[in-house]
């Protein structure tokens, strides 16, 4: 390995990289940092104690989170598993299909890449309204569960796989739909693991369109209820209680995205537009 | 991004089954997108036509409605939207700068593989990874006066308390800050994709040239560059308009405006003050903006394509 970057710049990166993990840092500390600490150690991100898992225990108890783990859980699952079936089959029809007005419909599709839903969010509250599902969990799902970002991922994956595949199995009379499940499918694991990879993410971190979708307590997920339960506990000043609470909702991630660093990377470079 | 936008080229063949069985074949690429189609009908087109038509209905009194623009006149007659749009220019280009500059120096900076870099690019894409809401969290204390982080190590160089959020020349920096900060790593990913695709040839091609590092990135990696620019460039800006999970959470447009954004603005008209005519006239704005854009980035998308492939 030849090492062409000058020390300066992987002197100054490093300086940088170190300023942007502060807010880790610190949330990590005060955290496990026990409450009688003093207000003026508060800020300081050098680890000392007396340490303890007392903040963690605050947050699970004034806030709801197994509910709303199970509320996001339950989001982000059911977005993945209605978005696998909607863009596998529209993936399909534009991957090995001909029929007239494809490339109007496609360039429809990839308008949605834009047309965000944060930013309908008054017109689409009433059509939730009026198809009663608002202050649901269907409700915060229903606006995704078509996605022109896997459609796209898809209809490039199954132009990846030889048609003899396919050929193989139509010789043996299978329908399309079988095509599509037995056959291109098991294939396609790379393509449909980045998609969950960006969906998830992106669907765990929302925030705005459930915090509108909804309005009982038991319907919320857990930036709704992080946000709820931050104002809570600020006005308490209870910034270590804070800081557990918001390890609490970030950690899945963050572990996951450690873990498997390599997939989460190639998946976001191939989404672009979510 | 390479290999995937190679294969777009790649002609389509006509399946066999088609022949067969002609009658259902016709429907059937139909059929598979019906699903598809049904639910970017209800949540995305028929949205869109809805805010246009109750963007331009006005309702009088006892529900009686006509048509008319005058959502619109008092829409641009509210000092609250002109405030909303140019913060929202403000903020736009207080991100995408900031972090598209940063982005490129610790992809330039990263580019090489060894254990160091991988983990700074670790760390540098964690904020990506959070919700917005608990990076809002997490810089709640930061910017607390006095006690918070910032105030308290700042005290150390003598500078006094500061209001962070509250003041209101510094509240939209602040809220500027948190998103450089959670978005740098993102576009950092997009820009060490590009420098990987750079023939290594070329650079060093120009290296025995004589050419030097700076003449060699403004001559040879920034125009290579170009499509991951403009791509990079076109999910800022869409994140600058649709992202304002951060300024709900903590400043709630304030101090007297200085953080509300259009898409707060719409929040605020729609949560706060149930004045749809109103909130759904600055929707059809940010609409019309997002439509531009997508007309603009579509074009450069696939000019990206071609020049990869």
Redesign the interface.
């Given at each position: 390995?030849r090492?062409?970057?000058?020390l300066i710049?992987?002197a100054?990166?490093?300086a940088?990289?170190?300023l942007?993990?502060?807010?880790?840092a610190?949330?990590a500390v005060?955290s496990i940092r026990e409450a009688g600490a003093g207000?003026a150690d508060?800020?300081?991100?050098w680890p000392s104690g007396p340490f303890g898992w007392g903040n963690f225990a605050d947050a699970w108890s004034s806030g709801h989170f197994p509910l709303w783990y199970l509320n996001t859980v339950a989001v982000c699952g059911g977005i993945l598993i209605v978005q696998c079936?909607?863009?596998s089959?529209?993936g399909?029809?534009f991957a090995?299909?001909?029929?007239p007005g494809?490339n109007t419909?496609f360039?429809?599709?990839?308008?949605?890449?834009?047309?965000?839903?944060?930013?309908?969010?008054?017109?689409?509250?009433?059509?939730l309204v009026a198809l009663h599902l608002y202050d649901t969990l269907p409700g915060i799902m229903?606006?995704y569960?078509?996605?022109?970002f896997g459609?796209f991922l898809m209809r490039?994956t199954f132009?990846?796989i030889p048609?003899d595949y396919?050929?193989a199995a139509?010789l043996d009379g299978a329908t399309?739909l079988q095509i599509i499940v037995h056959v291109l499918l098991p294939l396609s694991r790379p393509g449909l693991a980045a998609f969950a990879i960006v969906s998830v993410?992106t669907h765990?971190?929302?925030?705005?369109w459930p915090?509108?979708a909804t309005s009982s307590p038991s319907n919320q997920v857990?930036?709704v209820g992080?946000?709820t339960f931050?104002?809570g506990a600020?006005a308490g000043s209870e910034?270590g209680v804070?800081?557990a609470?918001?390890f609490l909702?970030?950690a899945p991630?963050?572990a996951a995205?450690?873990l498997f660093?390599r997939r989460?990377?190639s998946s976001?470079?191939?989404s672009?537009?979510k | 991004m390479v290999a995937l936008t190679r294969l777009v080229a790649r002609p389509l063949i006509v399946p066999a089954i088609r022949k067969r069985r002609p009658a259902l074949a016709v429907l059937t690429p139909y059929l598979l997108l019906a699903p598809s189609a049904l639910f970017l009908l209800t949540f995305t087109y028929w949205p869109v036509i809805q805010v246009i038509r109750s963007s331009l209905t006005v309702r009088g009194f006892r529900g009686a409605a006509h048509w008319g623009l005058e959502n619109y006149s008092r829409l641009f007659g509210d000092a609250h939207f002109t405030t909303a749009v140019v913060n929202t220019l403000i903020y736009a280009a207080g991100t995408i700068v900031p972090s598209l500059v940063l982005a490129l120096l610790f992809a330039l900076a990263l580019t090489e593989t060894t254990r160091l870099t991988g983990t700074l690019r670790t760390v540098v894409a964690l904020p990506m990874l959070i919700p917005l809401v608990a990076a809002a969290s997490l810089f709640a204390f930061i910017f607390l006066p006095n006690a918070g982080l910032l105030d308290h190590y700042l005290a150390v160089f003598g500078v006094a308390e500061t209001n962070w959020l509250g003041d209101p020349s510094l509240a939209l920096g602040s809220i500027i800050a948190i998103t450089v900060w959670k978005n740098c790593g993102y576009y950092m990913l997009f820009f060490l994709a590009g420098l990987a695709a750079i023939p290594r040839d070329l650079l060093d091609a120009a290296k025995i040239d004589g050419a030097g590092p700076v003449q060699r990135f403004f001559r040879i990696t920034l125009p290579l560059l170009g499509p991951t620019l403009v791509f990079v460039l076109v999910i800022a800006t869409l994140n600058a308009m649709t992202q304002i999970d951060h300024v709900i959470v903590l400043t709630q447009g304030g101090p007297s405006d200085a953080t509300s954004m259009i898409l707060f603005y719409i929040y605020q008209q729609a949560q706060q003050n149930f004045d749809i005519g109103r909130a759904s006239a600055a929707t059809v704005v940010s609409v019309g903006v997002l439509f531009a854009l997508s007309m603009v980035s579509l074009r450069s998308l696939e000019r990206g394509i071609h020049y990869e492939t």
């Open positions: 390995m090492r062409d970057t000058p710049a992987l100054l990166a490093s940088a990289a170190l942007w993990f502060i807010p880790f610190w949330m005060a207000a508060l800020a300081s991100l079936v909607t863009v089959l529209a399909y029809a090995r299909m001909r029929f494809q419909l360039a429809l599709f990839l308008l949605q890449l834009l047309l965000v839903p944060p930013i309908l969010v008054v017109p689409n509250l009433s059509t229903a606006p569960c078509a996605s022109a459609v490039q132009r990846t048609r396919e050929e139509v399309r993410t765990w971190n929302e925030f705005l915090l509108m857990l930036t992080l946000a931050t104002a600020e910034w804070i800081a609470g918001t909702v970030a991630l963050l995205f450690v660093q989460f990377v976001f470079t191939l672009g537009i | -």
